[in-house]
C-alpha cells in the first residue's frame, strides 16, 4: 500500500498487540513488539510522531480495542506517513475487519510497514488480492482454535463436566483428584450459598412465594449481585427455570446428566416450573406494586418523571384503607417541585379518556385485514410445508425401525447392537412428535396475534378496557411516548412515531371532540 506524500522523512507511529493465548504462544510480548518496531524507525531513518500504541490481553477477532481506536484517530488527522507494525495480523484475525483497516489508512495516506511475515502492501490489483488472501490466513488461525476448544468442551459436556462458568451456588475449582483430561476443573456446591438456593426452590415449590420474594429472601442471606445489590428479577428467574440444579445440563444445544452435586431433586424442579408456568410469562417481572402508568407519566414543570405509590390509613373508606397517588420525583424534602400529587383513579381515567379519542378509519382497517389474512396464509403454508417435512421424516424413521426388528427376529443382529439403534430411532421419533408440537404452538400463538390486532384496529377502547393491567400498559406504549402532567391533569401528550405518521397519512383518527392544551403539541382534527 504505497501512499505518495511530501514528507522529507518519514512520520511513523507504531502499533502493538497481543493476546493471552498469544503472548503464550509466540513470545511475542509487547516489550519485544515496541523494540522491534523502534529499530525499524532507526533504519527507516524515520520519526516517531508519538508513542506506540498498544493494546495488551485483547483478541484480533474484536474491532472495540482501545489502542487501534486510539491508532486510527490518530492517522485521520494526517501527518503520518508510515504505520510500523510486527505483522498483519497484529491489527485484526478477521479478513473482513482487517481489510476495513486497510482502507482507512489508505484514505489517510499512511503506508502499512510490516516487520515479520510475508507482506504485499501495494496499489495494484495482484497486491491487494494477494493481501485479501494474507488476510484470510490471519484469520485462520482463531477459527482453528475456537474449533479446538469448542470441540474439546463439547467431549467435556459428554464425560458429564460442565465447560461453562458455574451457576449460582456453584463453584468452579481445579479438581484436587482428577482422572482424566476433562475433570481438572469441576464445579461444586458453594457451601456459603448453595443452602439458600436450595431452601429458595423449596420456598417456591410450596406455592407462597412470588420471584420478588424469593429475591429478597436470597438478598437478606447474602445471596448478592454486583455491587452488594439484590440479585436481578431475571436472574431469579432463571435459576428457578435452570435443570442444573437438579442435575440436567443444557450447553450449546446439548442436553446430558451431569457429575455435578445437585441441590434439589427432580419432583421439586418439576413442581416450581409448573408453577412458574401459571403464572404466565410475566412471572419474571413481578413488582410489589404493579401501577399501569409506570414509565408514562412526566412532569411538566420539571420534566421528572412521576411514579406512583399507596397511601394508607382507616380514613380512606375505599380501597379497603388505601388509596393511590401519582407524584413527581422531584417533590419533597429534598425536590425543588411543587407540583401536586393526583389521585390514581383521576389520572388513570383521564388516559382512559386520550386511549378512546384513538380511532382508525374504515380504509385502513380493511387494509389491516387483507395484509393480516395474507400473513395467516403464509405461516399456515409454511406450518403445512414443515409438517410434510416432518411425516416423510418420521415415515423414514419407522420404516428403518420396522427394518431394525426384522433383522433382530431374523437373527442377522444381536440383542446390543439392536437395543443400540433402536433407542436411537426412538430419540429421533421423540424429536419429530417434539417439533410437530412446537409447530402446532406456531400456529396458535400466530391465530392469536392476528385476531389481536384486528380487535385494537375495531375497537381499541373495548380491548383495552378489558385488558390485563400489563396488557394495557404495552397498548399505551405503543400508542403513547409521554403524558406531561400538570396541576393534577394531562398538559401535554407525544405520540409514538407510528401514530404520528399514520395520523399524517390520515390512517389513524385524534378525535375532533377535544379541546388544545396549553403548551399542547397537537393539533385538534380539522
Known sequence: MKIEDNFTIPRCIGYARVSTIGQKEDGASIDVQKTKILEKIQ??????????????????????????????????????????????????????????????LAKYKVEIVALTGISSFGDDPYSKF?????????ALHPRISGYK????????????????????????????????SFDKRIIVPDEQVAPFVTKAFKMYAAGEHSI?????????????????KPLQYSTVYNILKSSFYYGLMKWGGLEGMGKHRSLINKEIYDI???????????????????????????????????????????????????????????LGKKGSC????????????????????????????????????KVYEESTDTVKSAKKALCNQKTVVELKRERLEEELLTGTLNREAFKRLYSKFEAQMLDIQKEMSELEKIRT?????FEEVLAITQNIVRVYKDAEIDRKRAYLHFFFKKFLIKNREIAEIEYQPVIQELSQANSVILSATWLPREDSNLQPSS
Open 272 to 330: 416450581v416450573q409448573s408453577i412458574l408456568r401459571e403464572k404466565g410469562d410475566y412471572g419474571i417481572r413481578r413488582r410489589k406494586h404493579n401501577f399501569l402508568l409506570r414509565g408514562l407519566t412526566f412532569c411538566k414543570e420539571c420534566g421528572k418523571r412521576f411514579v406512583a405509590e399507596w397511601h394508607y390509613h382507616k380514613k380512606y373508606k375505599t380501597g379497603q384503607g388505601k388509596i393511590g397517588m401519582y407524584h413527581c420525583t422531584n
Open 212 to 228: 420478588y420474594s424469593i429475591r429478597m429472601y436470597l438478598h437478606n442471606n447474602g445471596v448478592k449481585g454486583k455491587l452488594g
Open 149 to 180: 476448544a469448542r470441540q474439546t468442551a463439547v467431549e467435556k459436556f459428554k464425560a458429564g463436566y460442565y465447560p461453562s462458568v458455574a451457576l449460582i451456588g456453584y463453584l468452579n475449582i481445579t479438581n484436587p483428584n482428577p482422572t482424566s
Open 130 to 138: 494477494f493481501d485479501e488472501i494474507l488476510a484470510s490466513v490471519n
Open 445 to 449: 400463538i400466530d391465530f392469536k396475534v
Open 43 to 104: 533504519e527507516m531513518r524515520g520519526e516517531l510522531v508519538e508513542d506506540i500504541f498498544v493494546d495488551n490481553g485483547r483478541s484480533g477477532t474484536n474491532m472495540n480495542r482501545p489502542g487501534l481506536t486510539a491508532m486510527l484517530a490518530r492517522c485521520s488527522k494526517k501527518g503520518i506517513s508510515h504505520l510500523v507494525i510486527l505483522d498483519s495480523s497484529r491489527l485484526s484475525r478477521e479478513t473482513r475487519d482487517y481489510l476495513t483497516i486497510r482502507a482507512a
Open 338 to 373: 411543587h407540583a401536586k400529587y393526583v389521585l390514581l383513579t383521576n389520572l388513570e381515567g383521564q388516559v382512559m379518556q386520550e386511549v378512546s379519542k384513538l380511532e382508525f378509519k374504515p380504509e385502513f382497517i380493511e387494509a389491516v385485514k387483507r395484509n393480516i389474512r
